[in-house]
């Protein structure tokens, strides 16, 4: 059997734990499986650019926002990327400004919006990429691109959620070792198509 929905998915956890008392659980463990995904994996498959236009100090990230990769202003404003700035150095920064607005020197990360430093004045075009957050499958939302490049690592990573209930099982070594080759040839890949043309994005969408 192939594994490449959800439907598919839960149906081979099911097989392979054979425990009908745990089938009512694994869209906990695929769930489970997917917020690990978001803590682990920074990979090219999920960079995503995105567009804004702003005149105000803060700029609301995307709501599958993950993690910042980088930050540049719009041709028509330099092209210039813009450094990542600690909170510290953001607001030493803005001090020495005396609060005055002007053209922005960089950018930091407060909760869940974009700090611009300092403010700028005047309406500022900006492109990000960003790591955005794998697509949560279910009985709606049947694939995502990670379930369709390695429907081996969506199994071996769910069925390890199922721990707890197996106890002394002694597939549970060999279905780790296999999640961790996978984790490992899957960053591999990433890092070796980013080096020709590192500023590639594949994916583009607005704040």
Sequence with gaps: MTVSSYDDLCAQVADHLNRTDLETVIPTFVQLSEAQFN???RVRDMMVR?????????????????????????????????DYMSER?????????QGTSGPVM????????????????????????????IPSLSTV???????????????????????????????????????????????MESEASLRPRSGFVARARPF
């Design 39 to 41: 803590r682990e994996m």
């Design 50 to 82: 995105a567009d804004a236009t702003s005149d105000a100090e803060n700029v609301q990230l995307p709501d599958d926002w993950l993690e910042h990769y980088s930050l540049q202003l719009a041709p028509g404003g330099g092209g210039l990327f813009l």
């Design 89 to 97: 150095a953001s607001n030493q920064l803005k001090s020495s400004l």
């Design 106 to 133: 960089g950018y930091t990360v407060i909760g869940n919006a974009i700090e611009l430093v300092p403010a700028p004045g005047d309406n500022v075009d900006l492109k990000m990429v960003y790591y955005a957050r």
């Design 141 to 187: 939302v049947q694939a995502n691109w990670l379930l369709t490049k390695s429907p081996d690592l969506y199994l071996y990573s769910t069925l390890l959620q199922a721990e707890p209930f197996l106890k002394n099982d002694d597939r549970l070594p060999l279905w780790a070792q296999m999640r961790t080759a996978l984790m490992e040839a899957i960053r």
